[in-house]
Nanobody, 115 residues
């Protein structure tokens, strides 16, 4: 079992920045891919960014050049640096990790960007 706790969400003006964190605990040795997803009201959950255990990254087109995903394997922590935020980035952001073939999700953290 892997437990995930997200933090760092909040309210920010357009153009501002936020940094999300996701701390993993439990059976962390087998964690491989880690990622961030988001879900806006009335919309499906979508991928924001993922990072492999060797640091390979992939981003949604909508966040490329503005968001940066990173991980600290020693601390079992995933990060998402979000810059140049836009109102359309408003959503609940979820941390996701794979331990083997099993997916685990955090409880979500709200990000609200005002115009």
């Amino acid at each position: 079992q892997v437990q995930l706790v997200e933090s760092g969400g909040g309210l920010v003006q357009a153009g501002g920045s936020l940094r999300l964190s996701c701390a993993a605990s439990g059976s962390t040795l087998s964690i491989n891919v880690m990622g961030w997803y988001r879900q806006a009201p009335g919309k499906q959950r979508e991928l924001v960014a993922v990072i492999s255990n060797v640091g390979m990254t992939n981003y949604a087109d909508s966040v490329k050049g503005r968001f940066t995903i990173s991980r600290d394997n020693a601390k079992n922590t995933l990060y998402l640096q979000m810059d140049s935020l836009k109102p359309e980035d408003t959503a609940v952001y979820y941390c996701n990790v794979y331990s083997g073939w099993i997916a685990y999700w955090g409880q979500g953290t709200q990000v609200t960007v005002s115009s």
